[in-house]
């Protein structure tokens, strides 16, 4: 049996708080590894954490407190394994598949650079070491596992800041995260410091002297790490933060004897990319094929799981969350900007030096980012300035370089 953050007390206790407080937790002896709770009036039993597990493991003994009933199981990543051996002659399963995963085996590799060898061709590798170096140069840039301690004053600051960081990203993907709704949000917040001082969750946190850029909240089951949400501050997109993020959370984990890096259920190019392995995530229906009720009702099930994987898979959940977010927030339009290089830094009487906020969601924080990464020269190197009686026009100035910013 996995020793999942799932079937954890300090996860049920805080999952039923948030999203079903008024129901009653059971066990089944049938089943092992899984809590339910039931809905009105039909005799089916979810599991407990449902599609917030992201990862469902259990064992099926030999037992008739079945009968007469229907149990859905959320995401059981198929390179699980799970145990069906000792299931009853009267018990049935129906699987349907709901997500693509990807993971990579660490434990096929002897560490990151042979990783990276078997993963990616040479012009790639070259590519990610010049992005990495040159981030390295421009900021003061350290990474933070937080897996068994972590100040709760941190702790909420870095969950301030994973907040503003998502709610950044989807703005300008004009599209809604589930993950940022409050109800969802709130419990995340409340069950990840728990279950981190537990070591059954991490954060992984890279930072920019001692601002969050790069944010990652993981699940421990044993030897795997799950990636479950994780986010990055889109003015850094420029030395491509997304992948070396991820990179720096491999190096890790291959520093820490972690065997497999699960980046979960869900459909992006870099989990294709980085992933030695692709795998299923599937519902698990079981119920009792001798009741002529819980075969209707399991068989529903089914079909409506399979219709809303179909509709995943025609894209149809991404224009609902594009048409939520047009719905819930104010249509943000992308600034236009222009930029022009000048010979000579201009008077500066009538110039103001401005020190940006990572917080203030300003486009000229991107636009001094990508500054940086152009010329190669650390932050404290260069002066920004904002034009005396001239709004929204700027001089970014270096040693090396000069440009004035219009933004329109």
Known sequence: MLNAPFTSKTFIDIWKKHFIPNKLIKKFQFIEGMSFYKINFFPIYFNIGKNHTKGSYYEVNDQNDYKGKVFVVYDVPAYFNVNNASKPNGLSLLESTQYPGFLIE????????????STFGRNSRMKMRKYSNRLDTCFDISTKMFFGTIDEKEYDLIFEYFMMLLNRRFSDKQISNNNMHPSEWNFYKEVAYP?????????FVVFDNKTPIAITYNYHIDDIVIDAITVFDINYVKFNLGYLNNLKLIEWCFENNIKKLDFSKGYFDYKKRLCSK?????????????????????????????????????????????????????????????????????????????????????????????????ISKHRSEIK???????????????????????LK
């Not at 660490?106 to 060898?117: A, G, R, S, T």
């Not at 279950?195 to 991490?202: F, G």
């Not at 399991?298 to 609902?320: C, D, G, M, Q, V």
């Not at 005396?388 to 026009?393: C, S, T």
């Open 278 to 374: 692709e795998y299923d995530f599937n519902y698990h229906i079981l119920y009792d094929s001798n009741s002529i009720k819980a075969k209707i009702i399991a068989y529903f099930a089914y079909t409506f799981y399979e219709f809303k994987s179909y509709l995943r898979k025609k894209e149809i959940n991404t224009k609902l969350h594009k048409i939520t977010f047009l719905l819930n927030n104010k249509k943000t339009e992308k600034v236009d900007y222009e930029i022009v290089t000048l010979d000579v830094l201009p008077d500066t009487n009538s110039l103001t030096e401005l020190y940006l906020d990572s917080k203030t969601n300003s486009p000229l924080n991107k636009i001094v980012n990508d500054f940086l990464y152009g």
């Open 195 to 203: 279950l981190i001082i537990e070591k059954k969750a991490s954060l």
């Open 106 to 117: 660490l434990d096929k590799f002897k560490n990151v650079e042979d990783y990276l060898q």
């Open 384 to 406: 920004i300035y904002s034009v005396d009686n001239q709004n929204n026009l700027f001089i970014i100035s270096s040693e090396f370089l000069t440009q004035k910013v219009l």
